[in-house]
């Protein structure tokens, strides 16, 4: 099959995710192109973690490693590659300044400052740690800040609201593996051909509709949740079908796609919620505003939380406006 026969359905040359990146660059007559050497890092990360997956049960990668993280929850031998695979590559690329992963008790900051570049990068390596060894789809989150000071890093390069996020993603290692990425304008999706190793776009300016018909929360700790949200989900239980991964980035990627609420509220049990703020919900909200969509406490906006410590945790609701703003309407009564 020759390039050209290669298109496409409505005849558009092939765009991978680099060109597109390198495009974004071009807008901006002051960009230096770090941005996209970051994002080509993260590209390269993305990949890397993705074969792993595939080939996990095979060499020896699935279960655990008999250590808890600081958080105390038990982590993966994928967990552990991931991380280090993510961290690695971020470091090589030159183009960080701080990096702040799931999988490590304290923020990093690039020690030799000429290795330093201009950017704060949190990250979930692997999420989704409960579906990795029954082959259910994970995936790795990203959010991206802009250093105030790249000589003087502090905590509050990375501890802020998520107003400040310059650009986030996910990469979805699923039935097929796809990277979803905004840098502030918009919503684009790259799905790996694993053939020529490349990132190419078949989900070009996603955008929520501003209704779904899709449901989706651990309705297994409803005898936890607070009124509003039982109320809630009284509620949307009777017009809506449910959906569960169990996988953040699965439920959101189909929330994005199909359109529907996400939740993982703050309840009795877990007090602040499970996800946390820096590398799962700012992430995941600020695309889901770049589709259209909505993403809230139940009270305040998910964007303008204010974390207190890197792995700070968050209730949280996204997904289409309308359905967001139904399930706000509970909370504001
Ligand atoms: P993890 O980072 O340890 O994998 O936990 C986060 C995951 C999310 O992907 C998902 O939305 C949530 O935990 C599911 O939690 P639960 O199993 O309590 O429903
Ligand atoms: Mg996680």
Known sequence: MSFDQIKLGKGEDLVTLT?????????????????????????FGCKFVASKVKQAGLINLLGLTGTANVQGEDVKKLDVLANDIFR??????????????????????????????????????????????????????????????????????????????IASGYCMY???????LSVGN??????????????????????LPPRGKIYSVNEGNYKYFDEPCKKYVDHVKQKYTARYVG????????????????????????????????????????????AGGKATTGTQNALDILPEHIHDRSGIWLGSKEDVEELESFYAK
């Open 247 to 290: 996988s953040m980035v699965s439920d959101i990627h189909r929330t994005l796609l199909y359109g529907g609420i996400f939740g993982y509220p703050a309840d009795s049990k877990s007090k602040k919620g499970k996800l946390r703020i820096l590398y799962e919900v700012f992430p995941m909200a600020f695309l889901i505003e770049q």
């Open 186 to 207: 918009g919503v684009n999706g790259f799905t790996l051909d694993p053939a020529i190793g490349e990132f190419i776009m078949t989900h070009p300016n996603i955008t």
């Open 19 to 43: 060109r597109w990146v390198l495009a974004q660059q071009q807008e901006v007559p002051e960009a230096t192109g770090s941005l996209t050497i970051l994002l080509t890092a993260v590209q």
């Open 88 to 165: 690695n590559s971020l470091i090589a690329s030159g183009q960080a300044c701080m990096l702040v992963s799931e999988e490590d008790e304290n923020a990093m900051i690039i020690e030799n400052p000429n290795e330093r570049g201009k950017y704060v990068i949190t990250f979930d390596p692997l999420d989704g740690s409960s579906n990795i060894d029954c082959g259910v789809s994970i995936g790795t989150i990203f959010g991206i800040f802009k250093v105030n000071d790249e000589k003087n890093p502090t905590m509050a390069d990375c501890i802020r609201s998520g107003r400040e996020l």
């Open 174 to 180: 699923g039935s097929y593996c796809e990277m979803i």
